[in-house]
């Protein structure tokens, strides 16, 4: 039986009602974690700065636990979206995978918090004092960005730019240039002076030079002393950041 129209709009404004007021919430958590950190962060100060009663906001989340996932996972969502668009590059495989690269910084840059609530996710029980729904969410939007990438790895071996070498997997490279890279952005995104403590003056064209070092090592060809990377760069730069993120 279809509703009375008035009824539906009144859901409809009940709806948008309760995102924009999940807009705001998950806003002003991004706002507190980069001033105040994980414990600075609490459903009262949050309710608070906002003008929301706590009981506002324990309609949408359970917990400061669960707003940290909550705003994870909808950060995680647009990375995965900018993942997907890198991947889509038009190029040899190995380019494309220079597109996630590129996409990974950009989003780093984007998105500090992001990097500050992972952190805080992996190493504690926040998962635990989460909603089910946003657990959901969070582990979907991890999964989707290492896929994506094996995905391309798969690419170049069917194309025979790879081949790998026994018992190394396509999520074995993954693997490696995740690491390279999230430890990499994670210094950068610290407070470590990087020209002063490790003689570093330029450490995003570092960590790219380190990549194509590992991937070289692999043997993946177009190599980088057969190829004009920093080109394909300037191509993903205008064809796949250019609208930002």
Known sequence: MTPPKSTAASEDRRLKRFQERDTRILDAAREHLLRDGYHGLSMEALAASIHYSRATVYQHYRSKEDVLVALAAQTGEKRVDLFERASAFRGRPRERMAAIGEAVAQFALAYPSYFKSEHIIHTSSVREKCSPENQTRLTTCEARCPQIAAGIVRDAISQGDLVLPKGVSPEHLVFGLWSMYFGGLFLMSSDIDLQKKGGVTEPM???????????????????????????????????????GI
């Open 205 to 243: 064209n570092a960590l790219r030079r380190a990549a194509e070092a590992l991937l070289d090592g692999y043997g993946w060809k177009p190599l980088s002393t057969k190829w004009d990377y920093d080109a394909t760069r300037k191509r993903i730069a205008q064809e796949v950041l250019h609208g």
